[in-house]
């Protein structure tokens, strides 16, 4: 017969939760916070779309944004739906780190398919620019980095 455990301060190691690694951590800060730029960054692009284009177009842009003004003509370019799409899959992709924050292992996958959703949206919406190098580095190690921490997650 089973003895009734009137004593409730331990509880069996499955139910306890595990201490998330610091890697982890630090990689899930680091996201919040290029996430929420990104996040930032593509709903102000895609809410004052047209007044940007134009004083873009009308060479109205301040002295200090003129060393990237060929970028952002480039930018530009592919639409107020790059901004949209871009907003969407930051979105997605800031999700996935939540969940990691959380250690569900569904939210790497749901990170990993987003970084590829934003470099193919790259590909797709901005014509002429050379292959994107450095956003394809970057997110190679945060998923790498992430990966590493699967052992840590359920």
Known sequence: M???????D???AE???????LQLTVM???????????ILSNFVYAAFYDMINTMLLN??????FANVK??????????????????LI?????????????????GFHVYTIAQILIIMSMFYFIKGQGFP????LLSSVFVSFYALNLKAMK
């Open 2 to 8: 089973d003895e009734l455990n009137l004593n409730n």
């Open 10 to 12: 331990t509880q069996p």
């Open 15 to 21: 139910n306890l939760p595990t201490k998330r690694p």
């Open 28 to 38: 899930c800060i680091l996201s919040f916070i290029g996430g929420g730029m990104m």
């Open 59 to 64: 060479n109205e842009i301040p002295k200090s």
């Open 70 to 87: 060929e970028s952002l003509e480039l930018t530009m370019a592919a639409g107020r739906a790059f901004f949209v799409t871009g907003l």
């Open 90 to 106: 930051n979105m997605a992709s800031l999700t996935g780190v939540i969940l990691m924050w959380n250690q569900v292992k569904k």
């Open 133 to 136: 190098t450095g956003e394809l």
